[in-house]
C-alpha cells in the first residue's frame, strides 16, 4: 500500500488544523483518498495541536505511525522537535523558527532549546531539514498569519510530483478573501524556500 | 453526487439531517459536541443544549412519542446521566425515530474514564450501530433512524473519538422528510407502571431475538473474504488499523455491535484458520463468540486499555506471532523537552477563586470543567474531582465524616462547581446539603458559559443553540430560593470582596454559597492593555509565576543580587487581566494603560 504520511505540529492558535485540512484537501484534488485526524488539548489557549494527514489509493487509518512520517511539518520548535520520532529514517522536517515557550517552564530547570539543538536533533533522524524563518518572513509580507502558508509553499516545493496548482487552489478557497494576495506571495516565497534543499 | 471531507461528527449531523431529523438536544462533551453544533446549522431542525444528557434524552424521546423523528447525542459517561431515559425508552419504544449517539473516549483524550459503552446496547436490549468512517457514519446514523421505526426501538450509535475527530470523504445527499406521525394515547405502552412494564419486557426480549435475525444478513455486517488461515473480527476504529495491519487476512467486520450475529459468525469461524477479534477497550465481541463455544483470541494478543493505534495493533500482533517482526527497538521520543500541559488561560477568573481559596487551607471537593485545570502546578489546589456534579455530595460526606476540619484551624470542606455543571447536577446535592443542614462551603464559577468544552451557553449564560432568545437564571437567586441562608455575589477579581465572602461562608455555620461571576476570556474582555514587568523593580521572587498564568515567563535578564532570572510579559498573551499586579509584593508590575473602546 504506498501511502504518503504527514503529521502537522504546533501550539493551539497557530493554524495547525487548517494547515492539516489543506494538506487532506490538495490530496483530494489528486484524486486519492485522503483522512486527517487530529489531537488537541481542550478548549483552553496555548496547547499541543497533533494533526495526522494521511493520502493514498485506499487510506484505512486516520493516524500516522511513530517512524513512518514522509513529511513534519513543525510549526513550533519544541512541537516540532516533541513529535521527531514519529518522522521515517530520511524524512522530511519542515521546522519553522517560532519559538512559543510554555508557562511549565517558569517553575522548572528545563530551558527552552535553542534552534540548533533542534536541527542537531533533526539530524540524527535525517538529513533533510529545511529550518525556515516562517513568523519573520510572514512578518516582512505584513501579515503574520501566513506563516503556515509560507511552510505549505516549502512543502510543496519537496513534493514535485504534485502540481503546484493543487495547492494554489484549495490555499485561495481555503483563506479569507481579503487575503488571497498575500497569501499567493507567502506560498511563492515558501515554494523558494523550499528549494534549499533537493526533493 | 457531492463529495467533502467531514469528521464522523458532522457527518452524524449530516446522516441525520438527510434522514429528516426535527428535534435534536444534547449537553455538550467531547468527542460528541460537534454534533448538536453542526445539526442547528441545518434548517428545519429544532437544535438545543439541554441542562444535561438526562434532560437531552428525554426531550428526544418525548419528540420521537409526538412522532418526529429524534436525536441525542452525548460522551459516552453522559450516557450514565442518561441512562434511566435509556432504559425506559427501551422498554416504551418509541412513534417516530429516536437515535442516540454516544461518542466513546478511548485513550482518555479528555474523559476521566474510558468505559466501553458497547456494554450499555446490551444492558438496556437495544441495537447498537458502530461506524469506522464518516461515511459509515452518515450512513449508519440514518440506518438507525429506519430500524428506530421498523422495530419500534431507540438506536444506538456508538462513535469513538477517533471517528467523531477524523475526517474522510462523505458522499452528501438530500433530505428526505416524514409527515408526522401520527401519536396515539396508548397507557399500555407508554406508561411504564409495574402492570405494563411487566407486558413490555416479554416485547422487548422477543424485539432482540428479530434484531439478530435482521443482522444475520445486513449490509453492515460484511465478510472480506482473503486468505482463509487467518480470520479477524473487527469493528469501528479498530477496524482501520486492523485492516492496514492484516492486508492478506479475511475479515468480518460488524457494523452492528449489538445485537451480534450467530450464524454470521459461526459461517465466518468455520472457514477460517484461527479466529482472531481486534477490538478497542472490552472483549465485548470476544466473550460472545467464546460463549459460542467457539476458539477465539482477542484480549491475549491486543491490550484491553487505551487507544489503539495503527502501531499498537501492529506491536501486538508481532509479540502474538501472527506477523513477523520486523525486529527494531520503536524510535523514543526526546528527553527533556519542555512540557506544555494544559493550563487555564491568561486571565481565567478560575485563578482567582482558587489562589484566594489556597491561602485559606481549606480542604477542595472540585469538579468538571476548565477549574479541573487548578489540581496542576503551580497551583495544586484540588483534593478530589470524580465526576459531573460530585464535589457538592462528596462534601457533604467529607464534612459529616470530619475531614473538613483537619486542616489547622475548625473551616468548611469547600465544594468548588462551575455553573454548567451546577445546572447539570449540581443542585440536587445542594439541595440535600440545604435539607440535611449539612455545614459545607459551595462556590459556584459562574463564567457564564460551559468553557471546558468550546464555550457553548448554558442556563446560567441564557444563549441558546441556535440564538432564540433564551433566559438567564441567577445562579444566587437559585440558592437563596432553595433555602441557603449565607450566599454571596462577588466579581472574582476583586480581591478583598471575594476574600471576605469566602471568609464569611466558611464561618457560617449552616450551608453558604458563594457565587463568583469569573471571566472566561472567549467571552468577555478587560479594559486594559498587556501588564508590563518594571525590571528595576523585580528581583525574580517567583511569586508572580504561582499563580500560573501562561502570559508571564522568566525573562533573560538575570537578577544580580538574587542571581534569579527576572518575569516577564509576554504582551501577545497578557490580557490585562492585573492578578499578577495583586500577587506582586513589590510592585514590580505596571498595569496597562486602559483601552478605549470605539463603537
Ligand atoms: C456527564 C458528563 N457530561 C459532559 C462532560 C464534558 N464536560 C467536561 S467539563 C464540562 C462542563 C464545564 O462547564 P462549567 O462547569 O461551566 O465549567 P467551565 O469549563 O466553564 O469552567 C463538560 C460539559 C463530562 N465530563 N461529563
Ligand atoms: S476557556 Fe475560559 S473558563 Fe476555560 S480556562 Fe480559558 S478563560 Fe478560563
Ligand atoms: S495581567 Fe498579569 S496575570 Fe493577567 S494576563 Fe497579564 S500577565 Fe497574566
Known amino acids: 500500500m504506498n501511502i504518503t504520511n504527514f503529521l502537522v505540529t504546533g501550539v493551539g492558535g497557530q493554524g495547525t488544523l487548517l494547515a492539516a485540512d489543506i494538506i487532506a484537501e490538495v490530496g483530494l484534488a489528486q484524486g486519492l483518498e485522503a483522512k486527517k485526524s487530529e489531537v488537541h488539548g481542550m478548549a483552553q489557549r496555548g496547547g499541543v495541536v497533533v494533526s495526522h494527514v494521511r493520502w493514498g489509493e485506499r487510506v484505512y487509518s486516520p493516524l500516522v505511525s511513530v517512524g513512518a512520517v514522509d513529511y513534519l511539518i513543525g510549526q513550533e520548535i519544541v512541537e516540532g522537535m516533541r513529535f521527531l520520532h514519529y518522522l521515517k529514517p530520511g524524512g522530511l522536517l519542515l521546522l519553522s523558527s517560532e519559538t512559543l515557550p510554555p508557562p511549565s517552564l517558569t517553575l522548572s530547570k528545563i530551558k527552552y532549546p535553542a534552534p540548533e539543538e533542534a536541527l542537531e536533533a533533526a539530524r540524527k533522524v535525517t538529513d533533510r531539514v529545511v529550518f525556515i524563518a516562517a513568523p519573520k518572513l510572514a512578518e516582512e509580507l505584513g501579515n503574520r498569519r501566513v506563516a503556515n502558508t509560507i511552510l505549505l509553499g516549502a512543502l510543496s516545493a519537496q513534493m514535485p510530483e504534485v502540481d503546484p496548482k493543487f495547492w494554489l487552489d484549495v490555499i485561495v478557497r481555503r483563506v479569507p478573501q481579503k487575503a488571497v494576495e498575500v497569501n499567493r506571495e507567502a506560498f511563492e516565497l515558501g515554494r523558494k524556500m523550499g528549494q534549499e534543499i533537493a526533493p | ?599
Open chain 2, 1 to 599: 453526487m457531492t463529495k467533502t471531507l467531514l469528521s464522523g461528527n458532522e457527518a452524524i449531523a449530516r446522516g441525520a439531517w438527510e434522514a429528516g431529523v426535527e428535534i435534536a438536544a444534547a449537553y455538550p462533551g467531547t468527542p460528541s459536541t460537534e454534533i448538536l453544533q453542526t445539526l442547528a446549522t441545518y434548517d428545519g431542525v429544532y437544535a438545543e443544549w439541554s441542562a444535561n444528557e438526562k434532560v437531552a434524552l428525554d426531550v428526544a424521546i418525548g419528540a420521537a412519542y409526538a412522532g418526529k423523528r429524534a436525536l441525542a447525542a452525548m460522551k459516552h459517561v453522559g450516557l450514565n446521566v442518561a441512562s434511566e431515559s435509556l432504559f425506559y425508552s427501551s422498554y416504551t419504544g418509541v412513534n417516530a425515530g429516536l437515535v442516540i449517539i454516544t461518542a466513546d473516549d478511548p485513550g482518555m483524550h479528555s474523559s476521566q474514564n474510558e468505559q466501553d459503552n458497547r456494554n450499555y446496547a446490551r444492558f438496556a436490549k437495544v441495537p447498537m450501530l458502530e461506524p469506522s468512517n464518516s461515511q459509515e457514519a452518515k450512513d449508519f446514523t440514518m440506518l438507525a433512524f429506519d430500524l428506530s421505526e421498523q422495530f419500534d426501538t431507540p438506536v444506538l450509535v456508538r462513535s469513538t473519538t477517533r471517528v467523531s475527530h477524523a475526517k474522510s470523504v462523505v458522499a452528501l445527499g438530500e433530505r428526505t422528510t416524514y409527515p408526522q406521525r401520527k401519536y396515539v394515547k396508548n397507557p399500555a405502552k407508554y406508561v411504564m407502571v409495574p402492570s405494563n412494564a411487566r407486558g413490555r419486557h416479554p416485547v422487548i426480549e422477543e424485539r432482540l431475538e428479530r434484531l439478530r435475525e435482521w443482522a444475520e444478513t445486513a449490509e453492515v455486517n460484511r465478510i472480506e473474504w482473503g486468505d482463509r488461515k487467518l480470520g479477524i473480527v473487527s469493528a469501528g476504529a479498530a477496524y482501520n488499523y486492523a485492516r492496514e495491519v492484516f492486508p492478506e487476512a479475511s475479515f468480518l467486520k460488524l457494523g452492528m455491535a449489538w445485537p451480534l450475529p450467530e450464524r454470521l459468525i459461526r459461517e465466518f469461524a468455520a472457514a477460517v484458520d484461527e479466529l482472531v477479534v481486534v477490538e478497542e477497550l472490552d472483549p465485548f465481541i470476544e466473550n460472545w463468540i467464546r460463549a459460542l463455544g467457539i476458539p477465539v483470541r482477542g484480549k491475549d494478543i491486543f491490550p484491553m486499555v487505551g487507544e489503539f493505534t495503527l502501531g499498537v495493533v501492529r506491536e501486538a500482533a508481532e509479540r502474538a506471532g501472527l506477523l513477523p517482526s520486523d525486529g527494531g527497538a520503536p524510535v523514543q521520543p526526546l528527553a527533556d523537552l519542555p512540557s506544555r500541559p494544559p493550563v487555564m488561560c491568561a486571565g481565567c477568573g478560575h485563578r482567582d477563586v482558587f489562589w484566594l481559596l489556597r491561602k485559606l487551607k481549606v480542604v477542595i471537593n472540585s469538579d468538571i470543567g476548565c477549574y479541573s485545570l487548578a489540581v496542576v502546578p503551580p497551583l495544586e489546589a484540588t483534593d478530589t474531582i470524580g465526576c459531573m456534579g460530585a464535589s457538592i455530595g462528596v462534601a457533604s460526606g467529607m464534612a459529616r465524616a470530619g475531614l473538613g476540619t483537619q486542616r489547622g484551624r475548625p473551616r468548611k470542606n469547600v465544594a468548588v462547581i462551575g455553573d454548567s455543571t451546577f445546572f447539570h447536577s449540581g443542585i440536587p446535592a445542594l439541595a440535600s446539603a440545604v435539607y440535611n443542614q449539612t455545614p459545607i462551603t459551595v462556590v459556584v464559577l459562574d463564567n457564564r458559559n460551559t468553557g471546558m468544552t468550546g464555550h457553548q451557553g448554558n442556563p446560567a449564560s441564557g444563549d441558546t443553540l441556535q440564538g432564540r432568545p433564551g433566559k438567564r437564571i441567577d445562579i444566587a437567586a437559585v440558592a437563596r430560593a432553595m433555602g441557603v441562608e449565607y450566599v454571596a455575589a462577588v466579581e472574582s477579581r476583586d480581591w478583598d470582596a471575594l476574600e471576605k465572602a469566602l471568609r464569611e461562608a466558611l464561618d457560617f455555620p449552616g450551608p453558604a454559597v458563594v457565587v463568583s461571576h469569573d471571566i472566561c476570556v472567549f467571552r468577555e474582555h478587560y479594559t486594559r492593555e498587556p501588564y508590563r514587568i518594571i525590571e528595576d523593580a523585580c528581583n525574580g521572587c517567583t511569586l508572580c509565576f504561582r499563580i500560573g498564568c501562561p502570559a508571564i515567563l522568566k525573562s533573560d535578564v538575570i537578577d544580580v543580587d538574587s542571581g534569579r532570572p527576572k518575569a516577564y510579559i509576554d504582551p501577545a498573551q497578557c490580557v490585562g487581566c492585573g492578578q499578577c499586579y495583586d500577587v506582586c509584593a513589590r510592585q514590580a508590575i505596571e498595569p496597562g494603560a486602559p483601552i478605549e473602546f470605539q463603537l
